[in-house]
């Protein structure tokens, strides 16, 4: 391997193996290549908004390596036709692509990220998810395995409730298989070893070498792209929300154990240390830290293990982004736009150690691999977002140094007023991963 | 000395048959497919491997030079195929995959109803520095007396790009800053399990490539 490339990636996965990997760059699949040093940019999916800019979802490039002379700005968009409630996104285990899907529309976007880092282009398009799954929709978490994508549902076209499955493709957007989560109706030899078993979806992550696969659980389409508002104060619909995770036999692709974790736990982030077994989720509802480990005797359990800010002023915990070394958890709530961070050197008793607000709402955060750089964006779904007359602050891409000790702030686009639409997942990309540089000049659009 | 490290210190350095000197780091943590699996594995035929893809055809060299097709190694037998090049010295790149071949080689030779249906497969995508005299040398080492393993080079840049591509195997030739192709490849480790009606059944990288876990899937899909 040349130095050029040595110096930013384990692209033979034996090295992004060898690491103790773990952020958004932590955050990815361990299948998946891994960028150790400087990211040259963050793909932002982005959901389209009427009458600000086209009105369509896009993927937004951001150049973020501060070598370049663009660093802080967008280099690219690339809109996708119209509006589909553009959420997660995820890249193939090559990373040669990134999958971006739609939540209301069920249309999954694959984008070709490799041919020129700068300028994706759109590859190819899933326009039948719900008829080849078998009635699966809301496509979410893309998650790599080996060779294959793991996509998480979160509803169904029955009755667009909460009952849903993972849905497999291979890297190039074919369909595999249909893992439909486990319900009291159909436990699929699953273990109910609580109240529950609701048979919702959310995210997935793996834990290969104790061959585990996690799921969580939020609501159903009926839901999710209803107004907050409105949903908040319908008390038989608030009741449709997930409290289960999930342990699967990874290999078999099958549940195993159905936990209790009231309040939809959404992201799901594992450890990475070698005899660290356990993940962590945050409870939306509920405003709790959960940890979801495997005990001395082998089983999978899982308990609330800190509260996240008052839960009586519903502080709506979101998106959470586990460090490298595995000290330390990130833990975004939307409704304050304040990052929290907390010390899980004991998983079993998180500590706050930090607060602080970043915007007028807050929803994702991703970090280098080195931890030395934390982005966040602001939107959650189009009919939950706050609004303009919120304050200045709503809609952004921000990123802020990390020293251990306080956040410095970088640089902000504000995507309202650059009329792109609502930020959402972010993604990073580099050069290197596929033997490039950057070439003299990059073209903007 | 540990089985792994006995294959590391013995195997690795007569793996680089006719190469310059490879520069990937070595890394400090092994793959699990070194070890002693961590975990019970599903019982075989307990469980499904849906069809991942077809498996494609394509031009080879065997290893006396000849010219060949790819699917004429598969179809009879259920097929472990691997993707390597033989100057990577990454321990937990194509060694590890060379490894755990010779390990399910081992345990299918202590399995005598198992040993005319399943083949190992390594097809090189080298096609500079792995000529099928190298293949030839490099399995030598790896197969024992008997056993169905061949070691297949690539005939062309341009006859092996589609069976790349056919098996979602990405890889990139590395360059030096002059931009000169070196012996070495970034790429992303893959072995296919197929079957015998030519249907690539499961997918493994690093994280999970391990002999328990492929002869289970042989058996699994032995038993369809």
Redesign the interface.
């Given at each position: 391997?040349?130095?050029?490339?040595?110096a930013v990636?384990g692209?033979?996965?034996?090295?992004?193996?060898?690491?103790?990997v773990s952020a958004d760059e932590t955050c990815m699949s361990?299948?998946m290549?891994k960028i150790v040093g400087q990211e040259d940019f963050v793909y932002v999916w982005t959901l389209g908004v009427e009458g600000l800019g086209d009105g369509q979802d896009k993927l937004v490039t951001v150049d973020v390596n501060p070598k370049s002379a663009t660093y802080g700005t967008v280099v690219h968009s690339l809109s996708v036709g119209g509006r589909n409630e553009a959420h997660h996104s995820g890249l193939t285990?090559?990373r040669?692509f990134l999958w971006a899907s739609g939540l209301d529309t069920s249309r999954i976007f694959i984008f070709d990220i490799h041919t020129d880092p700068a300028q994706p282009r759109l590859a190819r398009t899933i326009d039948d998810f719900a008829a080849k799954s078998g009635g699966v929709v809301g496509p979410h978490t893309s998650y790599a395995l080996?060779?294959?994508m793991m996509l998480t549902g979160l509803s169904n076209n029955r009755d667009h409730g909460g009952r849903t499955a993972m849905v497999?493709y291979?890297?190039?957007g074919?369909y595999?298989?249909t893992h439909w989560m486990p319900t009291d109706d159909d436990l699929r030899g699953a273990v109910k070893s609580g109240s529950f078993a609701d048979g919702y979806g959310y995210d997935v992550r793996a834990l290969?070498?104790?061959?585990v696969m996690v799921t969580s659980s939020f609501t159903g389409w009926n839901n999710y792209m209803r107004n907050l508002g409105e949903l908040m104060a319908d008390a038989e619909a608030m009741k449709r929300f997930g409290n289960t995770v999930v342990v699967w036999?990874?290999?078999?692709?099958?549940p195993k154990k159905i936990l209790d974790v009231p309040g939809a736990p959404l992201e799901l982030r594992c450890a990475w240390g070698?005899k660290n077994n356990y993940c962590f989720t945050s409870t939306a509802l509920t405003s709790k830290i959960w940890l979801i480990y495997e005990d001395d005797a082998g089983e999978w359990q899982a308990k609330a293990v800190a509260d996240i800010a008052d839960a009586s002023k519903i502080p709506l915990p979101v998106d959470i982004s586990i460090a490298a070394d595995d000290d330390y958890l990130w833990v975004d709530t939307w409704n304050d736009g304040t990052v929290r961070l907390f010390d899980i050197r004991d998983p079993h008793a998180p500590k706050q150690a930090l607060e602080q607000k970043i915007g007028e709402q807050l929803n994702m955060v991703s970090q280098s691999w080195d931890g030395k750089r934390v982005y966040f964006t602001s939107s959650l779904l189009a009919n939950w977002d706050k609004t303009a007359s919120t304050g200045g602050d709503v809609q952004y891409f921000k990123l802020y140094g990390w020293d251990g000790k306080a956040l410095e702030h970088r640089f902000s686009i504000d995507f309202v007023k650059a009329k792109l639409g609502l930020p959402h997942q972010m993604r990073f990309g580099a050069y290197a991963l596929?033997?490039k540089t950057k070439p003299a000049t990059v073209a903007q659009n | 000395m540990p089985r792994v490290w006995l294959w590391l210190a013995l195997a690795l350095p007569g793996l680089a048959v006719g190469s310059e000197a490879h520069?990937?780091?070595t890394?400090?943590?092994l793959?699990?497919g070194y070890f002693d699996l961590?975990?019970a594995?599903?019982t075989v035929g307990?469980?499904?491997l849906?069809?991942?893809?077809g498996a494609v055809d394509g031009q080879v060299l065997d290893e006396s030079g000849k010219p060949r097709m790819l699917h004429e190694f598969l179809g009879d037998k259920v097929v472990v195929l691997s993707f390597i090049f033989t100057t990577c010295s990454?321990?937990?790149?194509c060694p590890?995959a060379s490894y755990v071949l010779k390990r399910v080689q081992d345990r299918v030779l202590e399995i005598p109803a198992l040993a005319d249906s399943v083949r190992l497969v390594s097809l090189s995508f080298d096609e500079i520095y792995d000529t099928p005299t190298v293949m030839a040398a490099y399995g030598k080492r790896l197969r024992a007396q008997g056993f169905d393993w061949v070691f297949l080079a690539p005939r062309s840049q341009e006859t092996l790009a589609p069976v790349l591509a056919g098996y979602?195997q990405?890889v990139?030739?590395?360059?030096?800053?002059d931009g000169k192709p070196?012996a070495?490849?970034?790429?992303?480790?893959?072995v296919?399990l197929i079957d015998r009606a030519k249907r690539v059944r499961n997918?493994?990288?690093?994280?999970?490539l391990h002999a328990d876990?492929v002869l289970n899937d042989v058996r699994t899909v032995l038993a369809d």
């Open positions: 391997m040349n130095m050029r490339i040595a990636v692209l033979i996965v034996c090295l992004a193996f060898a690491v103790r361990p299948y290549a285990d090559d040669r080996a060779g294959r497999e291979t890297n190039d074919d595999i298989a290969p070498r104790r061959n036999d990874l290999h078999a692709r099958t070698a596929y033997g | 520069v990937h780091p890394p400090t943590v793959a699990p961590d975990f594995p599903p307990s469980y499904v849906p069809t991942v893809r990454d321990v937990n790149g590890l979602d990405w990139q030739r590395d360059v030096d800053a070196l070495s490849f970034s790429h992303i480790l893959r296919l997918v493994y990288s690093v994280s999970y876990t």
